[in-house]
């Protein structure tokens, strides 16, 4: 397949291109530096500097939507929120009105969301067909989905990728917890109560493959595993494969001072389950954190 992939020099997308390039795949990635694309993705990668150069003309089978400002590195500003929504929504739209204007259609796009989609819900299971949150994560994957899910209307098959929390080597949640955990300075987040729904990168790339060749699937899809951990829970597992003790607790107080509305973020949770893919048979082949954090950590 011939595929156009935003965000494809980021943490997933790096993922995402060594295997779609292994099964022969012909790649392009859009991004805002180029120049990095070959470096970053891989020497056969071709790069897009601008959406402008998607002419009419030049046909993908499939389009991958991955790109996004990190939502968790800087305070949310009115003028951060506005970079958050343009780097996603706008983009999203863009991509779509490239969409609508060329000549032979992808098959197919796969668009990022976020479990942030369904908001701090305490210990409330979620599925595909719970509601949405209300607040700015949650407003942010509504209308990150909304404009996704505009393409179906020029014959594209959509997928809504309510991605949960990434484990890599290569950077993510793991990459800022592990500096403190090695020092044995882990510690739980508040008072660890808060549901975390995580997935092996891994598992991610396979269910990504999946969606991409499975004409039947269509609509959100949670990208967890099947086994969501408290974040006391998270703590206790990733401090007995790093053989570290994690005996602090970051008061919640500490965390809303330093972090502000994105405090929200650690401190509530979402118990996510991915109802949608195991209906399709799509399994994790680490399904719980422990063989996750093992295999990643070694
Ligand atoms: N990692 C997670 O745990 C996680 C969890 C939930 C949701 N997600 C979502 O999944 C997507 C991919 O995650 P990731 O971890 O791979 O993200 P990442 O490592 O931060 O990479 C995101 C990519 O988006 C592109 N990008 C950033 N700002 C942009 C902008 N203003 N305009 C256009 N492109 C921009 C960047 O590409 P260039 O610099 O090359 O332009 C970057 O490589 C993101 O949208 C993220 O919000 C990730």
């Known amino acids: 397949m011939n595929i156009l992939i935003t965000g494809g020099t980021g943490l997933i997308g790096r993922a995402l291109c060594r295997v779609l390039h292994a099964e022969g795949h012909t790649l392009t990635v859009f991004s805002r530096h180029p120049e990095t694309v070959a470096d970053k993705c891989g020497a056969a990668v071709q790069a897009l500097a601008s959406l402008d150069d998607w002419t009419p003309q030049r046909h993908f089978d499939a389009v991958i939507n991955l790109a996004g400002e ?42 990022g969301s976020a479990i942030g989609y369904y908001g701090g819900r305490g210990d409330q299971e979620l599925v595909e067909t719970s509601g949405p949150g209300d607040d700015f994560p949650a407003q942010l994957c509504i209308d990150w989905e909304a404009a996704a899910i505009e393409a179906e209307r020029y014959g594209v098959r959509v997928c809504l990728l309510r991605t949960g929390l990434i484990l890599s080597k290569d950077g993510g949640l793991l990459a800022r917890m592990l500096p403190p955990f090695r020092l044995g300075l882990g510690a739980r987040l508040g008072d660890g109560k808060q549901w975390m729904s995580w997935i092996h ?64 973020l650690v401190l509530e949770g979402q118990r996510v389950l991915p109802a949608r893919l195991e209906a399709k048979g799509m399994l994790c082949r680490y399904p719980d954190l422990e063989s996750a954090l093992r295999a990643i950590l070694g």
Request: no cysteine.
């Open 70 to 111: 990190p939502i968790v590195d800087a305070a949310w500003t009115d003028r951060r929120k506005k970079i958050l929504r343009d780097s996603r929504i706008a983009l999203t739209r863009q991509l779509v009105e490239r969409i609508a204007r060329s000549e032979q259609k992808p098959a197919v796009l796969l668009s």
């Open 201 to 264: 990168i891994d598992d991610y790339v396979r269910h990504l493959q999946r969606l991409l060749n499975d004409e039947q699937l269509s609509g959100p899809f949670n990208m967890t595993s099947p086994q969501p951990v408290i974040n006391a829970e998270f703590t206790r597992i990733l401090a007995m494969v790093l053989h570290r003790p994690a005996p602090l607790s970051a008061p919640v107080a500490m965390l809303k001072l330093a972090m502000g509305e994105r405090a929200a």
